[in-house]
């Protein structure tokens, strides 16, 4: 992983490369432009720095720029609200915090009690990375096929690229893994030099094209609440809602839960998912703990047709 100085050159670099000229009030000129999006002296005109104190930002020469400077680079660049801040904390302008960040995989029991009292709602718990620390029987039903995999690989993240059924679950999946990847970005700042991290970034950029590619455009963005369309292999098409409410005293935990309506068909998927079906399900929470090839869908028990016959 690179070091501070160089991710805040390439945060940078990448936000630089994503603005066109016409977006900030800049002629675009003729021809073909060596650098998509704005040139160095271009935001560095637009955020009232030096040419030179802004190649020595990008090349990792000058590492602390002020709050005025990353605020008037923020404006610049465009920068979303999160944005702004992953580069407020990339430029050292957020209070240093005590120790080294610890990913712990331990859920409270009240927070499991929760997990319970959501029924039929489906709802899990997940780490600042995106691991699946805890599920309800509905949230783990809700992600057909993530029960095979053995607890210790179990993120979401992992999930939406490189199982072969999360394609098809998500019905948005070409405008919702961006934000995926976009989440994971916004806690780079904090948990980029955990072995967790590292090892899942390096996994999925290795896997998945279309990761490292998302990886590269370097969005950033906390989101925390919105809808999601799925196709589930054994209920068939439903919408919910759904929420993610951190939990205070952890280390970035997430209470994901998902909603419906009463007495419609989404929320009666919900029941369904909830009540289970063990000819349909894969392993249970816990059990085999054999490792499964995920491009191999042959091997993995969501891929079981329900008697309905397809998605």
Known sequence: MTNRENELGTFLRAHRAAVRPDEVGLPGGTGVRRTPGLRREEVASLAGVSVDYYTRLERGRETRPSQSVVDALAGALRLTRDEHRHLRELAGRRPAQRGRPQLSRSVRPGVRHLLEALRPNPAYVVGPINDLLAANPSG?????????????????????????????????????????????????????????????????????????????????????????????????????????MTLNGTDGQRLIAYHATPNTPDHDATVLLDMGDPALDGQPAGGDQRELDPFEPDTDPAFRRPPSGGF
Request: aromatic share 12%; no cysteine; proline share 6%.
């Open 140 to 244: 783990l039903r809700l992600l057909a096929g993530i029960d095979a995999w053995p607890p210790a690989r179990r993120n979401i993240i992992r999930y939406v690229f490189l199982h072969p059924v999360a394609r098809r679950l998500y019905e948005d999946w070409e405008q919702m893994a961006p934000g995926v990847v976009a989440h994971l970005r916004a806690m780079a700042s904090e948990f980029a030099h955990t072995p967790e991290f590292v090892h899942l970034v390096g996994e999925l950029t290795v896997k998945s094209d279309e990761f490292a590619s998302l990886w590269e455009r370097y969005e950033v963005d906390a989101h925390t609440n919105g809808l999601k369309r799925f196709r589930h292999p054994t209920v068939g098409r439903l919408t919910l809602g759904y929420e993610a």
